[in-house]
């Protein structure tokens, strides 16, 4: 050959991606397939699994109240989250995005990611020593007079909620502040020169422009918050009307394993619906803006 | 009724602990009139524009509108109009939407906002555009917009950031005129910052000079180009010779090792600076006041411009007509006369 083969840009691309696509489909796509075929698969008394094919797993979910009351607890759960998250988000990802002071920023950014940074272990321990019977809240409240006896507030959805929320709430934050920054800060200024309060400004002017950050922060949470598992089962205990907990007790303790993947995929395909309608959403705003 | 009279006294603005970055004792803008604010950048022509439109709070002073402090208003209170120079239209708002944007922030009814938006329109030429996104539009149409969202709330003061300055040079020089005609009809005042001395002479009926933080000269562009107070502005405007050097009697300086015929009427011994306009310099080949070296020629279509050592280390910069025939005899490293009237001498202070 007169001229050696040299690999164009694209093929060059492509080669370096090779590993990583390698990876991704030997750890995930396999293991899924896997696992789809496992939900449609029948068991015995036993719950061994048999070959052949049965929908039985799919119209349990729906139709057993044991379990369709936790498909919906979970999904009540991780839309609640979801808003909780949003709205508290906002304050803080505006102080991250916008202060001038870089002392705060930093702090407020180390309080913010220290649920990421923290074992998940040690962060729900955390909790049950703040949250029990003889904990530094309720003393807290006896010594102030405010309850008379020490309040039993673990195991309760409130507190399960709480939870959720702590560890969630980094991803809205750190996805709100990314597009609370590409907004031109003029923009603020033309909307006070106007004549617009902060309500106003907010409402017209932050709140529509960073409306596709809030929305993928808000798919994020959505997902994460629907199969959680571990926080809930640590802080809660195991017996919880929750999705993942129901999946982790069928595998784990009952060893019906395609049940535990039907439900996966049932929690799977709500989560793909959801991002799909906020990603026609936020392409839809996106699309008007130009 | 409001007529738009802006007073400036005792203006000291800073941030942190740093000094002070403007220090203003007095300015006031007149009722329609079109006031520039002109200097180089960090001058303190934004933070003078920032701190009247209320995004920037002074460590002391006073800002009064119509006789009103506004000192201590929030920039939503203070009803003031407002350009960028980056022109801040809302992306996710169509032109009338943009322009509708402050009429519903005074709660006017839907008819009238209609109304208004449609005038506001027709007076920056832009009736067809309602309905465009911002996106969709050129910068010149983007910086009409910008106008008209400022002027369709009717505020009796107008403020413009270097809002001509993203635009080119052909452009820039239609929206002056465009700019001075509105402002002419409404009758508004105008506060216009830029950093461009071509751009402040023509459109305005006062310049304010600021260097350092400081108000170096106020007059109309007549006065502040043709007697300017200190060698700084006869610098920055119009780019005028500077002469330093020290009186040796009232009709001549020595610069360095050479005297010049300069008439100064300063006692002997006496620094002194001396600003001559470009133009007012006249280099022919023989005969003139000074004797000097061409060291550059340029032909720059409307004028020659000519730079002419008259002693050592001492050049004058001259600007002749096109149709000046001496000049374009004259060969640069040649031998020249220069020479100019008494009266173009301005003896200015030195900053």
């Known amino acids: 050959m007169a001229r050696g083969v040299r690999p164009t840009g694209r093929t060059r691309g492509t080669l370096l991606a090779l590993p990583a696509t390698a990876f991704l489909v030997i750890v995930f796509a396999f293991p899924l397939v896997f696992l789809l075929i496992l939900s449609f698969r029948p068991t015995n008394e036993y719950n061994e699994t048999l070959d052949g094919f049965t929908l039985d797993q799919y119209v349990a979910i729906f139709t057993r109240d044991y379990m369709s009351s936790a498909l919906l607890n979970s999904l009540q759960i991780a839309a609640f989250t979801t808003v909780a998250c949003a709205v508290l988000a906002y304050p803080v990802a505006w102080i991250l995005a916008r202060s001038n002071a870089s002392v705060l920023r930093t702090v407020t950014f180390l309080i913010v990611v220290s649920p990421l940074l923290t074992s998940v272990v040690v962060r729900s321990y955390g909790w049950r020593v703040i949250l029990s019977a003889n904990g530094p809240l309720n003393s807290t409240l006896m010594a102030l007079g405010i309850i008379d006896e020490p309040v039993s507030m673990l195991l309760t959805q409130p507190v399960v909620l709480l939870t959720i929320i702590h560890v969630l709430l980094p991803f809205a934050i750190i996805t709100l502040t990314t597009a609370l920054r590409t907004i031109d800060g003029t923009l603020y200024r033309a909307s006070e020169s106007l004549g617009a309060g902060p309500v106003r400004t907010f409402v017209t002017v932050t709140l529509p422009l960073s409306l596709p950050g809030l929305l993928s922060g808000a798919m994020l949470v959505f997902a994460l918050a629907l199969g959680i598992y571990v926080t809930p089962l640590l802080v809660g205990g195991a017996n919880q009307t929750l999705v993942g907990l129901r999946i982790y007790e069928q595998v784990m303790t009952l060893f019906n394993q395609p049940i535990g993947a039907a439900f996966s995929y049932v929690l799977l395909a709500i989560s793909l619906v959801v991002i799909a309608a906020m990603t026609w959403i936020s392409r839809r705003l996106e699309v008007k803006r130009g | ?351």
Not at chain 2, 212 to 226: A, N
Not at chain 2, 231 to 241: K, L, R, S, Y
Not at chain 2, 252 to 260: F, K, R, Y
């Open chain 2, 1 to 351: 009724m409001s007529t738009g009279r802006i007073e400036i006294s005792g203006l000291r603005v800073g941030y942190g602990d740093a000094p002070d970055v403007l220090r203003i004792d007095e300015l006031t803008v007149e009722p329609g009139e079109f006031l520039s604010v002109l200097g180089p950048s960090g001058c303190g022509k934004s933070t003078l524009l920032n701190t009247i439109a209320g995004f920037v709070s002074p460590r002391t002073g006073v800002i009064a509108v119509d006789g009103n402090d506004v000192t201590v208003l929030p920039t939503y209170r203070r009803g003031l109009g407002l350009v960028f120079q980056s022109f801040a239209l809302f992306p996710h708002m169509s032109v009338a939407r943009n322009l509708e944007y402050g009429l519903r922030a005074r709660r006017i009814g839907r008819l009238e906002r209609a109304e208004r938006v449609e005038q506001a329109l027709h007076v920056v030429g832009l009736d067809d555009f309602a309905h465009r996104m911002p996106h969709q539009l050129s910068g010149g149409q983007q910086q009409r917009v910008a106008l008209a969202r400022a002027i369709v709330i009717q505020p009796s003061v107008l403020l413009l950031d270097e809002s001509l300055s993203s635009l080119d040079a052909k452009l820039r020089r239609g929206m002056q005129r465009e700019l001075r005609e509105i402002q002419r009809k409404l009758g508004t005042t105008m506060i216009f910052v830029t950093h461009d001395q071509d751009e402040a002479l023509t459109m305005s009926d006062r310049v304010a000079l600021l260097a350092g933080g400081r108000l170096e000269q106020l007059g109309t562009p007549e006065e502040v180009y043709q007697s300017p107070r200190t060698a700084f502005v006869a610098d920055f405007v119009g780019a005028a010779n500077l002469i330093r050097g020290v009186a040796v009697d009232e009709n001549t300086i020595s610069v360095g090792s050479a005297s010049l015929p300069v008439v100064t009427g300063m006692r002997a011994g006496e620094r002194v600076t001396v600003a001559l306009r470009s133009e007012a310099v006249r280099v022919t080949p023989s005969q003139g006041r000074v004797r000097g070296v061409l060291t550059y020629r340029a032909y720059s279509g409307d004028h020659w411009d000519l730079r002419v050592e008259v002693a050592e280390g001492v050049y004058l910069q001259a600007k002749a007509p096109v149709g000046d025939a001496d000049v374009a005899g004259l060969a640069v490293g040649g031998s020249v006369w220069v020479s100019w009237s008494d009266g173009d001498l301005i003896v200015v202070e030195e900053s």
